[in-house]
């Protein structure tokens, strides 16, 4: 079973400021890692996701995320936040074999102060 | 754009009544999902469906069932709602896109339930 923490519950970033959204896994088996963001009243949407090869993985509105195995880790990034990042990021784990379900973190809701 | 579909999209119910949540999809996925969304839980899972007539429980299934008499249609009901089921309902399906060496899940757009 895997399980995945975000501590943050909240982080508000100025507007045009880097940030980062913090994701720790735990898994004894080989992991898939996701990064979903949720606009308000919305669904979720891949943002996006790491499955082997390179370490740093690039996907929309600007956002990468890195994995990093030895500390269990896949921490998204932004080097520069608009109005309309404004959304609750999720972080989700899954197994590598087989019928391997998500399993979500609690979230992060990133507010952009103007 | 997954080609999935909920109905309804926000129902409000009282205590004890049943009710049942529709989500269509169109590309013949044969895996679809079911999830309740909470403050503080992030997503967990209910139930899922690998084909028709095919479901398994998943981390929060008490007080839910599930038929997928259809490949297209994935039904999830409540047999006797409690307030403890207000939460948001959100279905998913399982793809493989093309030159991918795994699945990804994609969501539906919600369906917003209140139990009174």
């Known amino acids: 079973a895997q399980s995945v923490t975000q501590l943050d519950s909240q982080v508000p970033v100025f507007e045009e400021a880097p940030v980062e959204l913090r994701c720790n896994y735990s898994s004894s088996v080989s992991v898939y890692l996701f990064w979903y963001v949720q606009y308000p009243n919305q669904g979720l949407q891949l943002l996006l996701k790491y499955l082997s090869g390179s370490t740093l993985v690039k996907g929309i509105n600007g956002f990468e995320a890195e994995f990093n195995k030895s500390q269990t880790s896949f921490h998204l990034r932004k080097p520069s936040v608009h109005i309309s990042d404004t959304a609750e990021y999720f972080c989700?784990?899954?197994?590598?074999?087989?019928?391997?379900?998500?399993?979500f973190g609690t979230g992060t809701r990133l507010t952009i102060i103007p | 754009d997954a080609g999935i579909t909920q109905s309804p999209r926000h129902k409000v119910t009282e205590t004890g009544t049943p009710v049942t949540l529709r989500c269509h999809q169109t590309e013949n996925h044969r895996y679809m999902y079911w999830y309740r969304q909470d403050p503080g839980h992030g997503l967990r899972l209910i139930h899922y469906s690998y084909g028709v007539k095919d479901t398994d429980k998943g981390e929060v299934s008490d007080g839910y069932s599930v038929s997928r008499s259809k490949t297209e249609d994935f039904l999830l009901t409540l047999e006797s709602a409690t307030s403890s089921q207000t939460s948001v309902y959100f279905c998913a399906i399982r793809d493989l896109p093309a030159g991918q060496i795994a699945n990804t899940i994609y969501f539906g757009e919600g369906s917003w339930l209140t139990v009174v």
């Open positions: 989700a784990v899954s197994g590598t074999f087989g019928n391997e379900k998500l399993t």
